[in-house]
């Protein structure tokens, strides 16, 4: 689980006192936090991709992996790929030419951002790669904006799968929750190795490329995936073992969404889903009846 960092502090601090502590260190490539992704994992051979996933935090950011200790952050990263964080681009704008008008994978340019509101540590992400950008269409009366990112041989058809509902369900959502706090919801078609559906990263949604089917048939997924927004991203368990919470949650609001976004079937059909999906993992672990718990004893395993 990692190494204590301990700082000594001069005797003559009192209480009440700030301190600024600056850390230098480095990892390496084969720190699982960071996924290199090669053109057989990928599915095609143009430029690699990376994404750093959210399991191994500490192995990329020296950082306590708690879900209580939420932090902001700023964050300037230099590529020769365009580069994507959690965050609000500061510069080049997003929807400015691609790696600020720059030969990809040659020039480096720098790409600063910025996240005000605090997250968890699992929710900083980054990806680099070969990426263009899409905004969506602008919801008249909001603030926030909305965007689509994939590789050049996906974006036509991922802005085209994305384009007509996203900006629709993130209003949608605003009418039964406090407004969206985090100013950009974009989303990241990543390469077909990506081994989730969704995941949601403050401000930039990562999405598997399987839910382009090209007829908009499984974009609800982003429903789920943006109602984190304010349940996880926003409002955070205390610890790990309380994840339910966070899960729990999410899953009653994107319900009612899906009531509001299609009709009351929609939303009966979903829990049908999930109550079959409930009762077959009871079944699961009958003979170890301590993963049937919401808290899991983790003394014990």
Not at 29 to 43: F, T
Not at 48 to 65: E, V
Not at 190 to 201: A, Q, T
Request: a positive charge.
């Amino acid at each position: 689980m990692g190494s204590p960092l301990r700082i000594l502090l001069p005797p003559s601090r009192k209480v009440g006192d700030q301190i600024r502590v600056q850390i230098f260190y480095s990892t390496t490539k084969d720190r699982p936090a960071v996924q290199w992704l090669g053109k057989e994992r990928k599915g095609r051979p143009s430029r690699s991709c990376s994404a750093k996933l959210n399991q191994s935090t500490r192995g990329a950011w020296r950082l306590c992996s708690s879900p209580s200790v939420k932090i902001t952050y700023n964050a300037k990263v230099a590529c020769v790929l365009p580069v994507l964080l959690s965050a609000i681009p500061v510069s080049p704008p997003s929807d400015g030419p691609a790696h600020d008008d720059k030969e990809i994978g040659k020039d480096v340019v720098t790409y600063e951002y910025k996240q005000p509101v605090p997250i968890p540590p699992y929710l900083i992400a980054i990806a680099i790669g070969n990426f263009r950008y899409r905004a969506l269409p602008k919801v008249e009366g909001k603030e926030w904006s909305t965007g689509i990112w994939a590789e050049p041989e996906l974006i036509d058809a991922a802005y085209w799968e994305f384009s007509k509902d996203t900006g629709r369900f993130l209003a949608t959502a605003e009418k039964i929750l406090p407004p969206y706090r985090f100013g950009v919801y974009d989303l990241l078609v990543l390469p077909p190795s990506f081994p989730y559906g969704g995941m949601e990263n403050a401000c930039l949604t990562f999405l598997t490329p399987t839910l382009l089917t090209g007829d908009r048939t499984l974009v609800d997924v982003v429903v789920h995936e943006l109602t984190r927004s304010w349940f996880g991203n926003g409002v955070t368990q205390a610890n790990s073992t309380h994840f339910w919470l966070n899960e729990g949650w999410t899953t009653y609001i994107e319900r009612l969404l899906l009531q509001l976004l299609h009709t009351p079937a929609d939303r009966g059909f979903s829990f049908l889903i999930g109550y079959k999906s409930l009762q077959d993992a009871l079944k699961q672990y009958e003979e170890n009846p301590k993963y049937q718990r919401l808290v899991i004893d983790s003394e014990t395993g």
